[in-house]
Structure formats: structure tokens, C-alpha cells
């Protein structure tokens, strides 16, 4: 497979959540994901313990059963919202963040594959796994490959989405595939697609004035 044509960079600020131009009829070969997955398996992991664990969905009937859940999940979140309403309502470009999430909730069941990366040592436990140290190491030891893939997935005209709003019913899908709950924490739910083209830009971020400090909490000094 060629890769796209496309700098360190470009690669790193344009890789969007795909949602809406995803290629729900296009099938994606195994062997595809396997390259992307071996790629992101080089992120850095806490020891180098390699404790992670990541479970391919790509069974049309299973995928089905994932939707749900999915579906589920996203009722759930949207029922805890008090009288102000969804938390990003008023961020720029809400409108279209909207309905591009209520494309893919739509179309769940139609996803080619699907990545679920998992983590062992549950932080929501109220144990000592719940320290801070331990919060920061368990989520620092995954959530790198997983941009990591990705990153592979967009070289190689693919794309995906971080996705949490499963995570309302994640003991569901744990039964469901037959994760061992109590040992292993899911880190959200990654379509895998084909996109409807690969030209994708740079999106709105808060300018770095706003948001990063020098030397200290306060944005008032600027890099020069
Ligand atoms: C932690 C996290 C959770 C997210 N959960 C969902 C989700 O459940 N469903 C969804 O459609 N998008 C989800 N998103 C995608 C965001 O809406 C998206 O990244 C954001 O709108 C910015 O778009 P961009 O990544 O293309 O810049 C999530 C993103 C992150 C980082």
C-alpha cells in the first residue's frame, strides 16, 4: 500500500476526527490495521511493560451488537446534562461537531473494524491504582499508540475518531468479548475506514498565547 504524499506536520495537524467521511462501504484489510497497529506498539509505555491489550472488531454481527452499546452509551451521557445542556455546546463549530456525531451514532453498525485498546489496572476503583501516579501511567501507557495508530491510519487514507461515549456501558461490552472487568480499563471505542478523500485541514485551536504559560501558570509573557 502507497502512503499518502504528506510532511511529518501536515500528517501530525491534519489528522481530524473523521466521522462524516467515512467510508462505511469500503472494506479495510487486515492487514492494514495489523501495519498501523505495529506502528503504534512503538509509542512509549510505562517500563516498557507492553501490559496493553487491543481487540480488533471487524465481525459485521458483532459490530452490530458495539453499535448498540455505543448508542447506549451516548444516551446515558446525554441524559446526565442539567438545563445548560451539552458541556461543548458553546464552543466554535459545535453545530457541525453535533451532527458529524450523530453521523457516526448512526451509522456504528456500519463501520468496516473497530479498535478497542485496553490498559490493565482500573483507576475508577477508588484504590490505591486511583492515585494520581498511578492515573497518569496507566492512561500515559496507551493513549500514545492510540494516536499513534491513528496517525498510521491517516498516511495510509484511513481514518478515525476518539471515541468515550461507550465507556457509560463499558461492563456491557467487557461481557460482551470477554475482557476481564476488574483487571482491565477500556480506553474508548476507534473506527477504522477508509475516508472519502484525503484532503483534510488544520482545525480551530485556541492560539498558544491563550493557553500556554512560560515560566509559570500566567499566559501574559510571550514566546517573542
Ligand atoms: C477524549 C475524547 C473523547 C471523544 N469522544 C467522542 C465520542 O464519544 N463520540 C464522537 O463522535 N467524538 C468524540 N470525540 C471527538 C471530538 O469531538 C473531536 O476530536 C473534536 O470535535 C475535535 O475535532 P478534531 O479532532 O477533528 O480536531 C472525542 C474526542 C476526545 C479527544
Same mark, same amino acid.
Given at each position: 500500500?502507497?502512503?499518502?504524499? +504528506?510532511?511529518?506536520?501536515?500528517?501530525?495537524?491534519?489528522?481530524? !476526527?473523521?466521522?462524516?467521511? +467515512?467510508?462505511?462501504? %469500503?472494506?479495510?484489510?487486515?492487514?492494514?490495521?495489523?501495519?498501523?497497529? %505495529?506502528? !503504534?506498539?512503538?509509542?512509549?509505555?510505562?517500563?516498557?511493560?507492553?501490559?496493553? %491489550?487491543?481487540?480488533?472488531?471487524?465481525?459485521?454481527?458483532?459490530?452490530?451488537?458495539? !453499535?448498540?452499546?455505543?448508542? #447506549?452509551?451516548?444516551?446515558?451521557?446525554?441524559?446526565?446534562? #442539567?438545563?445548560?445542556?451539552?458541556?461543548?455546546?458553546?464552543?466554535?463549530?459545535?453545530?457541525?461537531?453535533? =451532527?458529524? =456525531?450523530?453521523?457516526?451514532?448512526?451509522?456504528?453498525?456500519?463501520?468496516?473494524?473497530?479498535?478497542?485498546?485496553?490498559?490493565?489496572?482500573?483507576?475508577?476503583?477508588?484504590? =490505591?491504582?486511583?492515585?494520581?501516579?498511578?492515573?497518569?501511567?496507566? $492512561?500515559?501507557?496507551?493513549?500514545?499508540?492510540?494516536?499513534?495508530?491513528?496517525?498510521?491510519?491517516?498516511?495510509?487514507? +484511513?481514518?478515525?475518531?476518539?471515541?468515550?461515549?461507550?465507556? $457509560? %456501558?463499558?461492563?456491557?461490552?467487557?461481557?460482551?468479548?470477554?475482557?476481564?472487568?476488574?483487571?482491565?480499563?477500556?480506553?474508548?471505542?476507534?473506527?477504522?475506514?477508509?475516508?472519502?478523500?484525503?484532503?483534510?485541514?488544520?482545525?480551530?485551536?485556541?492560539?498558544?498565547?491563550?493557553?500556554?504559560?512560560?515560566?509559570?501558570?500566567? =499566559?501574559?509573557?510571550?514566546? #517573542?
Amino acid at each position: 500500500m502507497s502512503l499518502l504524499d +504528506l510532511s511529518p506536520d501536515e500528517v501530525l495537524t491534519t489528522t481530524r !476526527a473523521v466521522r462524516k467521511r +467515512l467510508d462505511f462501504d %469500503r472494506p479495510v484489510e487486515r492487514k492494514t490495521i495489523a501495519d498501523c497497529l %505495529r506502528i !503504534a506498539l512503538q509509542a512509549p509505555n510505562g517500563g516498557n511493560m507492553n501490559s496493553w %491489550r487491543w481487540i480488533v472488531i471487524d465481525d459485521p454481527g458483532l459490530m452490530g451488537q458495539v !453499535a448498540d452499546l455505543y448508542r #447506549g452509551g451516548m444516551d446515558d451521557y446525554i441524559a446526565t446534562f #442539567g438545563e445548560e445542556g451539552y458541556p461543548g455546546a458553546g464552543v466554535e463549530g459545535a453545530d457541525r461537531i453535533e =451532527t458529524s =456525531t450523530m453521523h457516526l451514532r448512526e451509522n456504528f453498525h456500519r463501520l468496516p473494524a473497530l479498535l478497542l485498546p485496553l490498559i490493565p489496572g482500573r483507576t475508577d476503583a477508588g484504590n =490505591t491504582q486511583s492515585h494520581i501516579f498511578y492515573q497518569a501511567s496507566q $492512561w500515559g501507557s496507551v493513549i500514545q499508540a492510540v494516536w499513534s495508530f491513528m496517525l498510521a491510519l491517516r498516511t495510509r487514507g +484511513l481514518g478515525s475518531a476518539w471515541t468515550t461515549a461507550h465507556l $457509560w %456501558r463499558e461492563r456491557e461490552l467487557a461481557e460482551l468479548l470477554g475482557i476481564p472487568f476488574d483487571i482491565y480499563m477500556q480506553v474508548g471505542l476507534f473506527p477504522i475506514a477508509y475516508t472519502l478523500g484525503t484532503d483534510f485541514k488544520p482545525a480551530h485551536r485556541e492560539p498558544i498565547e491563550q493557553v500556554v504559560g512560560w515560566n509559570g501558570f500566567g =499566559t501574559a509573557a510571550t514566546a #517573542g
